[in-house]
């Protein structure tokens, strides 16, 4: 064990590559580099019980995954520098993981290795509210965070509907309801604490700064951000802080058709109204929230809306939207305008992914995740409602049609190979169509392990050799989170 405690601070190796293996077997972690896991962060923190590793071998994708030899959870930055050194010394592959709340096979451990849990790395760091940042580790969440800043006049806006841990939106390039208004985790994020994979430490801003600009040099913040553990552990992020609104009102509006719905954000928008959130829902999506959250909504392609700032502007906007969406035949309208009403709603949407799933008990989720221009998405969902009738696929639409971005959700018995094949087919082609349409194959889910081809084609062969680069400079060995990405 002290000899591999040792290795640590020399990644280059004194030891062959795959050292680490146990004599005889095939990514199993040898009990000696078990203990050394062990020495780092304390026997409690380690486990290599069949049960976490399964749990950490995969997240909420329909991707068969596998699982790590061993998941360990440490306590701080220090230790995290420690445990990457190890590894990369010995040559074992290192999953970054957070809450796995992930739709794309993000923590499969595709080579077995240390699964490196960050959520015990769970303290708000530092707020300044006079500069609308604060600093957390990477394991606390987006509603932690939140009701931490309850009483101080700010908040964090990005919001994916899970609660997930904010070093794992980062590491997605999280986005979600709120996008429209506030921007993604691209956005939102101004400097990074990164244990790289040798255990060196980088802040990619500069060490505590959190300026609002920069012109400074190449952007590794926004390297890192999206990066999916592929390039380096996240252990802090200073994000951007926003005033929390005056007032908030919500609303609910029904459409004849998915055109009209379609029609009245894209209209929406161009009259520069300042909504805070349009999200679509088809009807077979709402008929599904009507049942998994006791609803009850008119069942059809339906819009969700909300609207933040004072009295009086909320007043011209919720005017000026009716207009936009009567013209476009808007029905059933319902306002929400008290705290309670609004959570109720927008709960709803958020469980839109386990509202879909009740609509098939025992089946899996496929998402897609598509984002294309504005101009272009009346064209796109209106064709991907018609394949997804013509396909016999069980799914329904959902959206953050605002920004372009939609998601078909798939129901697929992942025993039954066929239809998975068609499932995947379906995904292909419709991240086909939106590239065809200027857009990408993934506004909000990352590429994972089921984007890789479509990522290519995205960027083109260029583009993935100065990924394949970059990703060779700081990971010469291909241990971080391997398999994912490129």
């Excluded at 007032?247 to 909504?275: E, G, K, N, W, Y």
């Excluded at 829902?281 to 008119?298: G, I, P, T, Y």
């Excluded at 889910?445 to 400079?473: C, F, S, T, Y």
Aim: charged letters at 20%; a neutral charge.
């Amino acid at each position: 064990m002290a000899s591999l405690l040792r290795a640590a601070g020399n990644p280059r190796g004194l030891f062959p590559w795959r050292g680490y293996c146990s004599r005889g077997t095939q990514g199993e972690l040898s009990k000696g580099f078990v203990e050394a896991l062990k020495a780092v962060v304390g026997s409690p923190h380690v486990s290599t019980t069949a049960a976490d590793r399964e749990q950490h071998g995969h997240d909420e994708s329909m991707h068969r995954c596998r699982p790590p030899g061993a998941v360990v959870w440490p306590q701080n930055v220090e230790q995290v520098s420690r445990l990457a050194a190890l590894c990369y010394s010995q040559g074992v592959p290192i999953v970054p993981f957070g809450t796995g709340t992930g739709l794309e096979g993000g923590v499969c451990a595709m080579q077995g290795g240390v699964c490196i849990n960050l959520t015990h790395m769970d303290r708000i760091l530092r707020v300044n509210p006079q500069d609308f940042s604060v600093v957390v580790e990477p394991g606390v969440t987006r509603k932690t965070l939140n009701t931490y800043l309850r009483d101080s006049g700010l908040w964090f806006p990005v919001d994916p509907g899970a609660d997930a841990s904010l070093g794992g939106m980062v590491a997605t390039a999280a986005s979600g309801t709120n996008a429209l208004r506030y921007g993604t985790m691209r956005d939102n994020v101004l400097n990074l604490e990164v244990v790289l994979p040798g255990g060196q430490l980088l802040h990619t801003a500069g060490l505590g700064r959190h300026f609002r600009k920069s012109a400074a040099g190449y952007n590794l913040t926004g390297l890192f951000v999206g990066s999916e553990g592929t390039l380096g552990l996240i252990t802090a992020a200073t994000l951007r802080l926003h005033p929390a609104p005056e007032a908030t009102v919500a609303a609910t509006c029904a459409f004849p058709s998915v055109q009209a719905a379609v029609d009245a954000t894209v209209h929406i928008l161009q009259a520069a109204v300042p909504v805070a959130r349009i999200e679509f829902l088809d009807e077979v999506m709402m008929e599904a929230c009507n049942r998994h959250s006791q609803l009850n909504s008119f069942v059809a392609p339906t819009l969700f809306l909300e609207f933040h700032g004072s009295e009086r502007a909320l007043a011209e906007q919720i005017e000026r939207t009716e207009e936009i969406t009567q013209h476009n035949g808007a029905s059933h309208f319902s306002w929400a305008k008290g705290a309670q009403e609004r959570s109720r709603l927008w709960a709803a949407r958020h469980n839109a992914w386990y509202a879909a799933l009740a609509l098939r008990p025992g089946c899996k989720g496929y998402s897609t995740d598509v984002c294309v221009p504005i101009s272009r998405l009346p064209e796109i969902l209106v064709q991907t409602k018609e394949d997804l009738k013509a396909s016999g696929l069980t799914g329904c639409i959902v959206g953050h049609v605002g920004d372009g971005n939609f998601h078909c959700i798939l129901l697929v018995d992942p025993e039954d190979t066929e239809e998975l094949r068609r499932v995947k087919d379906f995904g292909k082609q419709l991240g086909r169509r939106a590239l065809a349409l200027h857009g990408t194959c993934t506004g909000e889910h990352g590429i994972g392990l089921g984007k890789r081809q479509l990522l290519q084609e995205e960027v083109g062969a260029v583009g993935m050799e100065i990924m394949r680069q970059l990703k060779a400079m700081l990971d010469p060995r291909g241990l971080m989170n391997p398999g994912k990405v490129l």
